[in-house]
């Protein structure tokens, strides 16, 4: 490139989201029309954090975990810093101060800061405020760091925790998972397959209150039960208590006890109370934060026109939307698929702003996601509102009903329940039903209609089930990868150049890296390819 100064970009943070940025950055990098710098606070390779849970477990090895080579950024011209702290930024100099004392400069600045796993207030537990005032106080070592737990006690969100997983995880040994989202249920599927006497506690009614009804969070509780985890519901913990060790005299982790007066004995104790935005430079700062670090949709801060933030940090609002109470509306999706579509959105716009064009591509219309559990004999899938029940008065929106259907067999571990508008898909739950969900996942991502008679999309999984009935699964357009927005014909372009695996066809368009739920249906399209002769077997 001739004519035109490099602009110097900075990225924060070297995780899965900043990882797809900087992927997209390179052709701009090897062309000199953009001069990249790369902060990221641990010295592992961008690494899949979905799937650190199968990690710790032994289910994964490193290489199914890694998503992008530091040789590969630093080949094609771009410097890139591993096992760096990023303790401010100067947005008067426009530049940015590393632990080390280096300052950098920047034109502009991506922050892909991530999130840290949420500490519960529990005695016993420590765990550091990061608003301004602590940060006044405290100053730059707690920026970019994470709270300090007790030997026993762990969250699971890095290497690091997972290689303490890994010491503690044997047959016989007793794991206490804090809290039922689908991270943590999850892990507990594995640790229980894996031989450990498993033990899920959460203060509400249902596992995955956020993505379930009682119908749904009921049937998932006795199936959870079934597969060898304990589940205790409406137990709020309180404290940690704790042993001596007769060997090294230190002390660590014996108990969890919970405000109705139990205490649950253990080896080890997870954390996986949800995880909140790293924003803590932003603070330090002064930029705008509320549950992230507040950006327009075009991912730039309301606070200054030269800094970005994508991810989980990132929290999208429309300037100007602030509550009467001083809140912001919305927040950071917690989901990789979303943080990966801002990142390739805004690569897109820095190659274009550093080559001096316009860039008039809309931000991406984030759709309303689809939540999947997975795991051996349990299969979980659950989108949209699923809220109403069947028995709720007539609700009735622009002249269009609202209409309930729902199905459950607690007995074998199976529920579906299906709310529609004018006979469209607005949100369901379904559990234990694989092949139901999946044609309720096509559904739902068409905006279809589903039929008359909804009980007919419970044969799906019936015993008369053949493929050819849900032939619409494998329409060219349709996707199978949510995360990385892969089509059927994409993968099937994938297969006829010789990718013949799950692992291959990864590899050649991305499907399946996310959160790996759609794996097993790459596989049974790979199965009809190879039945149909169209790739080798």
Not at 194 to 207: E, I, L, S, W
Request: hydrophobic share 45%.
């Amino acid at each position: 490139m001739t004519g035109r100064t490099p602009m110097r970009v900075i990225v924060v943070g070297y995780g899965p989201v900043g990882a797809r940025l900087v992927d997209e950055l390179l052709p701009s990098v090897r062309s000199g029309a953009i001069d990249l710098t790369v902060i990221g606070a641990e010295t592992a390779e961008a690494y899949n954090r979905v799937l650190v849970a199968e990690y710790a477990v032994g289910n994964a090895e490193w290489d199914d975990l890694v998503l992008h080579s530091a040789d590969e950024v630093r080949s094609a011209g771009a410097r890139i810093e591993l096992g760096t702290r990023l303790v401010a930024i100067d947005r008067d100099a426009s530049c940015v101060l590393l632990a080390d004392g280096e300052r950098l400069a920047y034109d502009r600045l991506v922050l892909a800061t991530g999130a840290r796993a949420n500490v519960p207030t529990l005695d016993g537990v420590e765990r550091v405020s990061r608003d301004e005032r602590s940060l006044r106080r405290l100053g730059a070592g707690i920026v970019g760091a994470d709270d300090v737990l007790p030997r026993g006690v762990t969250a699971l969100r890095d290497l690091a925790d997972a290689e303490r997983i890994r010491e503690a995880v044997r047959p016989g040994s007793r794991v206490i998972v804090l809290g039922a989202g689908v991270l943590g249920l999850e892990f507990a599927l594995l640790a229980a397959r894996a031989g450990a006497q498993t033990c899920v506690v959460h203060h509400g009614a249902v596992p995955m209150p956020r993505n379930l009804d009682t119908g749904g969070g009921t049937v998932l509780a006795q199936t959870l039960r079934r597969t060898g985890v304990a589940v205790v519901a409406h137990s709020r913990a309180e404290a940690v208590v704790f042993r001596t060790d007769d060997d090294d005299g230190e002390r660590r982790f014996d108990a969890l006890a919970t405000a109705d007066g139990k205490h649950i004995h253990g080896d080890l104790l997870v954390l996986s109370c949800g995880v909140g935005a790293r924003s803590e430079l932003a603070v330090a700062a002064g930029l705008t934060t509320a549950s992230g670090i507040v950006v327009t949709p075009e991912l730039r801060s309301w606070s200054d026109p030269a800094i970005y933030a994508i991810g989980d940090c990132a929290h999208v609002a429309v300037p100007g939307d602030a509550r009467a109470d001083g809140r912001i509306p919305g927040g950071p999706s917690g989901l990789i698929g979303p943080g990966w579509r801002q990142a390739e959105w805004l690569a897109a716009r820095l190659t274009s702003m550093a080559a001096g064009l316009e860039h008039g591509d809309e931000p991406p219309a984030e759709r309303p996601a689809v939540v999947m559990l997975k795991g051996e004999d349990v299969d979980v899938v659950a989108a949209g509102d699923v809220s109403p029940d069947p028995w709720d008065p007539p609700a009735v929106e622009a002249g269009e009903r609202l209409a309930v259907a729902q199905w459950a067999d607690p007995e074998h571990g199976r529920y579906v329940k299906m709310i529609t508008r004018a006979g469209i898909l607005e949100g369901f739950v379904s559990v234990g039903m694989p092949r139901t969900s999946a044609e309720l996942t096509l559904l739902f991502e068409r905006g279809g209609e589903l039929p008359a008679d909804r009980s007919l999309l419970l044969r799906f999984d019936g015993p008369d089930y053949t493929a050819d009935a849900a032939a619409d699964a494998f329409a060219p357009d349709s996707t199978v990868c949510w995360c990385n927005g892969v089509s059927v014909a994409q993968i099937e372009a994938a297969a006829a150049d010789g990718n013949d695996t799950v692992a291959c066809i990864g590899k050649a368009t991305r499907a399946g890296t996310g959160c790996g739920g759609c794996k097993g249906r790459i596989g049974e399209l790979l199965e009809r390819l190879a039945d149909a002769d169209e790739v080798p077997v």
